[in-house]
């Protein structure tokens, strides 16, 4: 009856860890499909090749040795643990226990051993991160950016992925007290790791370890539950968008900027007005320059926030922030994330039209943006394909183009641009009298 019990409630909670995911998930999907449409499907193989690199390679994250090392345990670990995970729902549905043990013989301990050092290596490597955030202050993971909720969020992660690691030891470790002592507890074999903490629960009768090994089970399985649930709130999301991500990214030269067509189509009509006018919708809406809001953005720059890891390698690398400049580029990805949740909360309890009376501007001030330099560090840097600047460029096309705020020193530039076809006010016949004073 109790093993009913069991089995019952961890559908359950399966059903349960499930729907407000997919629910979450919705959401999240739907908040990047407002982003405008852009084609993201060319080069398949290009695209692919950069997603092996990137997110299961880890390419970029190995210009920082130690960081990179530490963080390919706990992704691998995290990412093969999981096999061992599939076993424990199978359990929990069926009734069963180590479902696998019998069918595997020898292989099993051997697996489970494997598994059992993935899961020390991910539990040493998150007690390292967390003496760099708090103890060694890593100055790009103490930085103002992460104040309040994401450095909480980030220590929460990592306590969360020691527990987990923690209660598979005792899990094992208590399992090979137990096994022998009934049918239900297969003989495996010793695990190294586990073994190494038997002697703790060396006196315990059968029964206190029967009930510390389902505490564990327990609080291994629920503890994954409750991070998967989690993770749509978390910088930690990107372990699932990074692959998405890295495959949509750009593919074109870092130094290109993008033109507006409708700008672009204008300039070409200027210069040769025999082209025909194209045809446009009187009723449509007249088309924004550049973004006031996330809907004016792509989808893609919308993946990118949430995509997002919080490393900080964009802002530490960010020549406008080191010299001590408002602008962050990770700022400004997780500005715009907070937007969209923000406007998703709204709409909640409003209409999907309503207006809440703020823009992305509200979030990010005018002299963060007209502090980027436009030298694409922050993209060069990123590891998941992240473009702060696209936001950062459509953003100060808006306030240029639709508000007229400009600095007087962009407006005389511009001036010089339109009139002299140069940055310099000059004519162009003078431009190269320099070398006559060589």
Known sequence: MLGILQQLLFVLALAAAGYLFSRKAREIYQN???GKAENRNDNPNVRLKNMLLLAFGQQKMFKKPIAAILHFFVYVGFLLINIEVAEIVLDGILGTHRLFAPYLG?????????????????????????????????PRLAHTDLHGFPAKDANRILFIEITLMLAVLVMNATDQHLQGTSEH????????????????????????????ERLAWWAHILGIFAFLNYLPYSKHLHILLAFPNSYFGDLESRGKIKNM???????????DPSLPTPEEDPNAAPERFGAKDVQDLSWKSLLDAYSCTECGRCT????????????????????????????????KTNSNDADDGKSLHDYISIEELRACTTCNACVEECPVSINPLTIILEMRRYLILEESKSPEEWNLMFNNIETNGAVWKMPAENRANWVTEL
């Open 32 to 34: 990047i499909m407002q």
């Open 106 to 138: 020898g292989i099993y301990a051997v697996a489970i051993n494997f598994f059992e050092f993935l899961a020390v290596a991910v539990l040493l490597s998150c007690v390292v991160f967390l003496v760099r955030r708090n103890v060694l202050k890593v």
């Open 185 to 212: 507890y297969h003989t495996t074999g010793h695990f190294f790791f586990s073994g190494l903490l038997m002697p703790l629960f060396a006196n315990c009768s059968v029964t206190t370890l029967e009930i510390i």
């Open 261 to 271: 067509p409708r700008i672009t189509q204008e300039i070409q009509l200027m210069l």
């Open 316 to 347: 530490a690398a960010c020549p406008a922030n080191q010299t001590g400049k408002l602008l962050s580029p990770r700022k400004v990805m997780m500005a715009t994330r907070d937007r969209m949740e923000d406007k998703a909360a709204f709409a």
